[in-house]
Every structure is written in C-alpha cells, then in structure tokens.
C-alpha cells in the first residue's frame, strides 16, 4: 500500500498545492487564463501527438475497445439523467449536468499522469483513444440536450455545424488526429520540433493538476448538494464497476488496457462538467461543488483501487 500511496498522494499533492497558492495570494480567476492556455492548447496536445504517433496504427484501430468504453461511461450517464430528471424533478439541462457529473472523469488533467505512472508507456494508447472519443461524445451530448432544454436557442443545422466545428478545432482532437497521420504514415517530425515536443510533454500533467487546485480553491464549495450521495458513488465506484464487466464481457484486451480504463472511469468529476454547467447557466454551485467532493473522496476510492490492480488482487476478465 506504501506504493501505491507514493504514486497517488504526489498527484493530488499538487492538486493541494495549486488550492493553497491560490488561498494565499488571492487571484482572481483571470490570471489563472495564460496556464490553462498552456495546459489545453500547447502542453497536452503535445502529449497526446508524442503518445499516439509512435504507436503501431493496428493498435489504434480498437473500435471495440472504444465503443465498450463509451458504452459504460453512457450506462452510467443515462442512469443519473433518468434520476435527476424523474427523482428529483430537475430540468433536462440540469439533469444532463448531472448525468455528466457522474460519467465525465478528469481523463484530461488527472488521466495522462497518474496512469502513465502506474502502468508506463504502455498505457499511452488506451488513454488517449478513451480520451479523445470520449470528449467527441461529450461535445456533442450536452449542446443537443441543452438545446431540447431550451437553453440553446440555435436552429439545428447551426447547432450541428456548431458542435462539429467545436470537435474539429479542439486542440486535443486536432493532436490526436495528427498522432493518427504520423502512426499511419510513419511521420518522424524534424529534431527541433521533437525535442519541443520533449520538453512540453512532461508538463502537462503537473501544470494541469496544479491548475486545477487553483480552480477548486476559486470555487469553494458553499452547500452540498442533495443529489450527492448518489452522483458520487456513481462516478467513484458505479462506473469503474460497469466498465469492468462491460469490457469482461466484450473483448480480449490486453491487461494494461483494462487497468488503464478502469483507472480513467474512477476519476472524479471533471472541471468541464462545471464549464458546461457555467456555459448554460444551470446547475453550477452544485456542479462546482461535485467537482471538489468527488476530487477528495477519490484520494481514498482512487488508491484502493490502483492496490487491487497492483495486488492482482482481481482478474482483469471476469470471464477469461
């Protein structure tokens, strides 16, 4: 358990770092605007190119794998969208929010470092396609039933166009897709720009982590909200358990990617659940506030299970 505690606590370590820097110096949020410039349009990306362009393009084409993926991630999104919209009377722009909160784990800012260090550079792949299809679909979800809501008054067509032209011009997506090309085609970028992507790769998880302490310490969590007790178990435990039988039940995939997927499913709520959230002005207090409570719980659900993966402790196909 020392172990598992040594690869885990220094992660949510700069997490508590970029909270207490932010409660000492008392910035308001728009200087925090140049480091996640960094982190989402130049760090990350560089990432995810290194990380994908140097895998063999036969791997890259694990549709079942992703398709599984996305199939328990969306079990457990419809589950809390029917309970919040049914349950506790929520609006379907709040019940969407709430679906989100419970499905959309932080695979961007906690996801690159924390399983590349547990699992090494085989990871890499499983990652970054759970990554990339996964914020594709959430792209696309939250504005269409936003829009049956009525909080987004675009006409269809627009909405489409929107959506696409969103996806299309992400700057993760765009690093995936050139990742794709450059393992298609064998792609060696120049030594110079290699050595950039070098250099930015290994910043990107830490800068991400610190920054998203600052974004927690911005947005102290001012009441809990009443759908809680069944977002946070959903997300923390429901969800790495449905993506465990689901891909058990699916496919043959090789160990890593198993562990690698259930790691990702068990992360706490992501802070663009509550972006989302302040884009249609629904549900933000409470989403804000879920962001923060399921990032600490994780600290305990997250270690637990990184020790029953390390341990052996449960097969990686319930049904070899």
């Known amino acids: 358990m020392a172990e598992i505690s040594s690869l885990v606590l220094p992660f949510f370590g700069l997490i ?7 409660r000492w110096w008392k910035l308001d949020e728009s200087g925090l605007g140049w480091l996640n410039i960094f982190i989402i349009y130049i760090a990350l990306p560089a ?35 029917f309970l919040g919209r ?33 699992f090494g550079e085989a990871a890499a792949l499983p990652l970054a396609l759970i990554f990339a299809f996964e914020n594709m679909v959430h792209f696309s979800v939250a504005p269409a039933l936003m829009a049956f ?23 993760f997506i765009i690093a995936t897709a050139a990742g794709f090309v450059a393992a298609g085609t064998g792609f060696t970028p120049p030594l110079v720009a290699q050595t950039l992507i070098d250099n930015l790769a290994p910043a990107a998880a830490p800068c991400a982590l610190f920054a998203m302490g600052v974004t927690l310490a911005l947005r102290p969590l001012k009441r809990v909200p009443a759908e809680i ?29 198993v562990a690698t997927a259930l790691l990702l499913a068990a992360l706490p709520t992501a802070t663009n659940v509550f972006v989302i959230a302040q884009q249609y002005s629904t549900w ?37």
Not at 16 to 22: D, K, Q, T, V
Not at 47 to 74: C, G, H, M, N, V
Not at 284 to 290: L, V
Not at 299 to 304: L, N, R
Request: glycine share 8%.
């Open 149 to 171: 809501d009525g909080r987004d008054s675009r006409r269809p067509l627009v909405l489409a166009r929107d959506v696409a032209t969103r996806i299309a011009t992400h700057p």
């Open 86 to 118: 049914y349950a506790t009377r929520s609006t379907i722009g709040e019940a969407t929010v709430q679906g989100l909160a419970g499905a959309y784990g932080n695979i961007g800012y906690l996801g690159p470092g924390i399983a590349l260090a547990a």
């Open 47 to 81: 990432l995810f190119f290194k990380i994908i362009a140097k895998t063999p393009l036969e791997q890259l084409a694990r549709f079942d794998f992703i398709l599984t993926s996305l199939a328990a991630t969306y079990t457990v999104f419809i589950l809390l969208f």
């Open 16 to 22: 508590l770092l970029g909270y207490l820097a932010a």
């Open 229 to 257: 007790p069944y977002i946070v178990p959903a997300k923390l435990i429901v969800l790495p358990a449905v993506m465990y039988l689901y891909l058990s039940l699916t496919g043959d995939y090789p160990d890593v990617w």
């Open 284 to 320: 933000q207090e409470r989403a804000s506030a879920t962001v923060m409570i399921t990032t600490v719980i994780s600290v305990v659900t997250v270690s637990g299970l990184l020790y029953l993966i390390k341990s052996g402790a449960f097969p990686t196909d319930l049904f070899p």
